[in-house]
């Protein structure tokens, strides 16, 4: 049995089956994603995270083709998610992007579509205000796009609570997924909570805390340095990148680690079936949350942006609460 066969799988509101790990692609250096794809399929990952804005669906597309070709994996065996960009929220812009992005991936459909953030910019990377450019019109051709079968799941990333009431208010086809940074230093526990009673299935993005880049909060201090993490993998003679992706599928949460490299695309999916942590771990990582991020948005919210980190995340409560308990 490879691991995975037995990688938990969630229903979506489609009623179609996603697998509850799978490959991140952001940073995935064009040159090398292609061959990277190519050896975790051959590894037996079935679910690839991919995004316009990554620069990288062309190569991502070449390597599904070789796949389909060489191997005995079929469309029908992958789930594939790609996002639309900040640039393409406008009603008459959403089709074509989506229609880009399959000719990039050469598919005929894709598994999800996810609205990759709660930000509007024009094309040339200038900001507008959410107002001009609702959610709730963007999601109206997000949903026609499901209606001529070119996507079967439609979702968002980066969207708080108060977002996701905002966008059921109006949805005819509520969210399948919301996609967002979690790890144990960023827990977010009431996100979780709303997704799990709305049914929304919850994907968390940079499980490992990523690597830093321009984009990342430069003070956050690395997760798989944690010396809990650290500790309770040894204990199980596990990697650190192991007990995130483990913790990760123990709360029910979709989880989708990046790697380029061969030994850890292996690393990481070893993790599902390696070990089960114990009640004195989960105590462990839950003591270690600090709502903190990697990829805090301090890129939406530059001079003239209409974009806070107020009301981005509109999470003013939860760091009020923090502040509080000092
Ligand atoms: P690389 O692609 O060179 O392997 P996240 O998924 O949280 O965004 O984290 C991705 C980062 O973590 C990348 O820099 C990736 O580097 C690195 N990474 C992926 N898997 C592991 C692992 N098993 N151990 C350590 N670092 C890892």
């Not at 050896?39 to 037996?44: E, N, T």
């Amino acid at each position: 049995m490879t691991p995975s066969s037995i990688v938990k799988a969630y229903t979506l509101v489609s009623g179609r089956s996603m697998p509850g790990f799978g490959l991140g692609t952001w940073q995935s250096e064009p040159g090398i994603v292609g061959q990277a794809v190519k050896d975790a399929i051959a590894l037996g990952y079935r679910h690839i995270d991919c995004a316009a804005i990554y620069g990288n669906e062309p190569e991502i597309g070449a390597a599904f083709s070789s796949v389909f070709t060489d191997t005995d994996v079929n469309r029908e065996d992958l789930f594939i998610t790609s996002k639309l960009w900040n640039s393409k929220h406008h009603p008459a812009d959403v089709e074509p992007a989506l229609q880009q992005t399959l000719s990039d991936l050469g598919l005929s459909y894709l598994d999800l579509y996810l609205i990759h953030w709660p930000v509007v910019l024009t094309d040339d990377g200038s900001y507008l205000p959410l107002e001009d450019v609702p959610i709730s019109d963007t999601w109206k051709v997000m949903e026609e796009c499901v209606d001529k079968g070119l996507v079967r799941d439609i979702g968002v990333s980066n969207f708080s609570v108060q977002k996701l009431k905002s966008l059921l208010e109006t949805a005819r086809i509520k969210p399948s997924v919301n996609q967002v940074e979690r790890h144990p230093y960023l827990q977010n526990q009431e996100l979780i909570d709303y997704c799990k009673k709305e049914g929304i299935r919850l994907t968390a993005y940079s499980p490992l805390g990523t690597s830093a880049t321009k984009f990342a909060n430069q003070e956050a201090k690395p997760i798989l340095k944690d010396a809990s993490i650290n500790e309770i993998a040894t204990k199980h003679g596990a990697t650190p990148a192991q007990v995130l992706i483990q913790w990760a599928l123990e709360c029910d949460t979709v989880v989708i680690p990046k790697s380029t490299k061969l030994h850890r695309l292996k690393e990481n999916l070893e993790a599902v079936t390696k070990f089960k942590l114990d009640a004195d771990d989960v105590a462990k990582i839950k003591a270690i949350d600090e709502h903190t991020r990697y990829l805090d948005g301090e890129m939406w919210c530059g001079e003239g942006s209409p974009y806070t980190l107020e009301n981005l995340w509109n999470e003013e409560h939860i760091i009020k609460t923090a502040t509080d308990e000092l």
